[in-house]
Antibody, heavy 121, light 110 residues
């Protein structure tokens, strides 16, 4: 059974870069889309972006090009970097897998447990 | 402001049949399939329904999904106290070129 686990600093200073890693265990990293999704405290879910195992990426336009997702197949990890963070980027960040289906159908399963990142000086 | 619209809160009593609505547009629900996620307090979201009405293995058949036009609905029959959670709908949006979520519905079982 595939499991995902996020890791990274829980506190980032404003204007700096947020960096998180998701480790995949119990399954292959091939033939899936690997996603980052975030949830500000007390609010709803926002999709950040995905990377396909071939390396192609797609990001939420609302991030205004601040986000980069990369993949290390040898370590079965994928990572998120978000530059120039502000307090608005404070959220629980989840990694999640999506199956290889047409984009019009994409769903997320499973999810990691999530990690809280606070942006504060 | 979420792209998909859900009622922010709802309540029901044990044993009741209950439905949560999700409204979108032709660029998302109208053209693409809808998925539903359940988020129990303090936990990560979990896939509840995919492709409008399909249940992943392990999800009780008390949960069902449907779609009509630019709206979708999650139904729960025989409401139980353990169903108290936040429920999110989601769909791909052709204009934004990515998946979008509803704002979530907090279900309270009285």
């Amino acid at each position: 059974q595939v499991q995902l686990q996020e890791s990274g600093p829980g506190l980032v200073k404003p204007s700096e870069t947020l960096s998180l890693t998701c480790t995949v265990s119990g399954g292959s990293i091939s033939n899936h889309y690997w996603n980052w999704i975030r949830q500000p405290p007390g609010k709803g879910l926002e999709w950040i972006g995905y990377i396909y195992y071939s390396g192609s990426t797609n990001y939420n336009p609302s991030l205004k090009s601040r986000g980069t997702i990369s993949l290390d197949t040898s370590k079965k990890q994928f990572s998120l970097k978000l530059t120039s963070v502000t307090a608005a980027d404070t959220a629980v960040y989840y990694c999640a897998r999506a199956p290889l289906v047409p984009a019009s159908m994409v769903w997320f399963d499973p999810w990691g447990q999530g990690t809280l990142v606070t942006v504060s000086s | 402001q979420s792209v998909l619209t859900q009622p922010p809160s709802a309540s029901g009593t044990p044993g009741q049949r209950f439905a949560i609505s999700c409204s979108g547009s032709n660029s998302n629900i109208g053209r693409n399939t809808v998925n539903w996620y359940q988020q129990l307090p303090g936990t990560a979201p979990k896939l509840l329904i995919y492709s409008n009405n399909q249940r992943p293995s392990g999800v009780p058949d008390r949960f069902s999904g449907s779609k009509s036009g630019t709206s979708a609905s999650l139904a729960i029959s025989g409401l139980q106290s353990e169903d108290e959670a936040d429920y999110y709908c989601a769909a791909w949006d052709d204009s934004l070129h990515g998946p979008v979520f509803g704002g979530g519905t907090k279900l309270t079982v009285l």
